[in-house]
DNA sequence: GTCTATAAATGGATAGAC
DNA sequence: GTCTATCCATTTATAGAC
């Protein structure tokens, strides 16, 4: 419990952020601060005398979450690959990466996004990729395609699945060679345009309830 | 306030789980049992008296927004299509589907899977879809695909953005197409094997500390 | 079947000792 | 730089009236 031995307020910082989101991803957003700070070996007045608030807690972790993800990506940059649809590939990549220090990114941060600074600072995130992807010189449906894919599998261990299924390895490589030749993707036909389908109206019924 | 006023039972209890969605969408999960009954035109007491604890509201609210879920994949079934793939086609369409009901169905469970046991639920009914999933008669590699893009359209709302641009609409048009001709997908060329990149380690660095 | 009033608990935050 | 003790606000849940 004395537990000032040989480590920095750095150290004890992130040892807290660590803590938080071991705690949050256990317990869920209701994990109190003396929780988090036991489980940091500190008190709940050591933790608060590094942040001042739970909000600021958990905003800062969830500032550290978007770093890394943006660190991942851009590791995953090939430096050689200069051609339209880089970053694309880079985010694909980034997927699989082994993150090493959480499992589930997305499902930690979409937990935090209960804090409404957290919220806005992921959605502004968020829109700031996709501007960039946007920009990335690849054609709308190919991009929307590959964010999607992307994206479905980041989520997946939120739900109690893997994206690092062989299959997944396997999309993601084939995906990344469709950026390279969109071309292949258009020559894809339709399903058939969405007003052609005789039967079957389509349109949602009532839903249960509610 | 006297709220008795020709209302049954079941008209109260639904009005509170609608209250309760519309509470946590804007307030998150720490909405209070006072404000989520007020929202429903009832007391606290009221609400107490239909659901025996915050809890079991919250519960209640995710296996009726999953029922939802469940509901709009049956409907968005075609019986007229019979072949492989087919509950794969519906949970495609289902995607688009104007909910009517909420905006974000997988955004407002999300918030509710900070409460144990709707993790729980949510994971068990997730991995009861995948079997399905699984068995619908397509090649792994094709349905990886297909559901991770399905599953990233879904959660685009929660990062503020939309799954349903003209570009998403084709995807999921040509998605479908996929479905029936799996080997369209299979002629697609591999990127280029994992290790066969001549430089660029591709493996994660440090990542920024944490 | 719903409301008011109140009890009981939880947890965030402060002040000051060490 | 961290800990203990305490205060205070919020909120869940109960009891009993209407």
């Not at 938080?20 to 700070?37: F, K, M, N, P, Y």
């Not at 600072?121 to 054609?139: K, Q």
């Not at 399903?191 to 039967?199: I, N, Y």
Request: no cysteine; charged share 25%; hydrophobic share 45%.
């Amino acid at each position: 419990m004395g537990r000032t031995a040989g480590r920095s307020p750095e150290d004890t910082r992130r040892a807290l952020l660590t803590a938080a989101g071991d705690a949050v991803r256990s317990r869920g957003i209701h994990a109190s601060l003396d929780e988090i700070a036991r489980f940091a070996g500190v008190s709940k007045g050591g933790l608060i005398y590094h942040f001042a608030s739970k909000d600021e807690l958990i905003l800062e972790l969830a500032r550290a979450q978007l770093v890394a993800f943006e660190a991942t990506i851009a590791a995953a940059l090939d430096p050689a690959d200069t051609g339209p649809g880089r970053l694309t590939r880079a985010y694909l990549r980034a997927v699989l990466t082994p993150d090493g220090d959480d499992m589930a990114s997305m499902a930690l941060i979409t937990l935090l996004m209960t804090v409404p600074a957290v919220a806005e600072l992921a959605r502004a995130e968020a829109a700031r990729l996709d501007a960039e992807l946007a920009a990335d010189g690849l054609p709308p449906d190919v991009l929307a395609l590959v964010v999607a894919a992307a994206d479905g599998m980041s989520s997946a261990p939120m739900w109690g699945g893997s994206a690092r299924t062989p299959a997944h390895r396997r999309v993601v490589e084939r995906l990344i060679h469709l950026t390279r030749r969109p071309e292949l993707w258009e020559e894809i036909p339709w399903s058939t345009a969405p007003p052609a389908d005789p039967r079957a109206p389509r349109t949602v019924s009532p839903g249960p309830r509610r």
